[in-house]
């Protein structure tokens, strides 16, 4: 026999003959993939078999019954969408009307002042003068006073050199003058002697 599964089927719910559940049985014995369809109906006969009888329904519904059309508030949920893009077109249409159909009106040109562009020259040439004569003015302000300090500094240096020549000169000159007396009285003890 070859694996048939209209046969397995049949000899599963007991519609063979016995000659044909013999030679069935002996099939599956040596057929490993026959015996696992056979577990496999016997698994989905016992699911079937768990499930509780209920009474099949007396009136079939169709999808034109009362029953499945949607409530009036789902009716607006479908419908909003809707009005709002048909909205936004009415209004869309209604500008693009409006603005095509719209008589035109001549208005009499709006008087502008005219520009004297002598007078905004001599303004602006008179404002870059104070910026410039500013910013010169700021420069040599900073000039005199990195100036001042450098002569200060030098000044303050000089300073102190000169008055340390100035004292070493008084020394000199008080020794010269130590000496000059020392020789004078020298000589003159020399010469009272």
Not at 38 to 56: F, G, H, K, M, Y
Not at 81 to 87: D, E, I, Q, T, V
Not at 90 to 119: E, G, K, N, Y
């Amino acid at each position: 026999m070859t694996c048939s599964p209209s046969a397995l089927k049949d000899y599963f719910f007991g519609e063979l003959n016995a000659e044909e559940r013999e030679l069935v049985e002996r099939h599956t014995q040596s057929c490993a993939a026959c015996r696992d369809e056979l577990s496999a109906l016997d698994a989905t006969r016992s699911a079937v078999l768990c499930l509780r009888e209920e009474e099949p329904p007396r009136r079939i519904a169709f999808v034109s019954d009362k029953v499945f059309e949607p409530r009036w508030w789902q009716k607006l949920l479908v419908f909003g969408p809707k009005l709002g893009f048909a909205s936004a077109a009415m209004l869309s249409a209604a500008i693009l009307f409006h603005s095509l159909h719209t008589p035109s009106v001549i208005q009499a040109p709006v008087p502008v002042a005219r520009i004297d562009q002598q007078a905004i020259e001599a303004e602006i040439a008179k404002r870059v003068q104070v910026a410039v004569a500013s910013a010169v003015a700021d420069n040599e302000a900073r000039t005199a006073e990195k100036l001042l300090q450098v002569m200060n500094a030098r000044l303050a240096k000089s300073d102190a050199r000169y008055e340390v020549d100035l004292k070493t000169m008084v020394e000199y000159f008080n020794r010269m003058e130590k000496r000059s007396d020392g020789i004078r009285r020298a000589a003159y003890d020399g010469a009272s002697q």
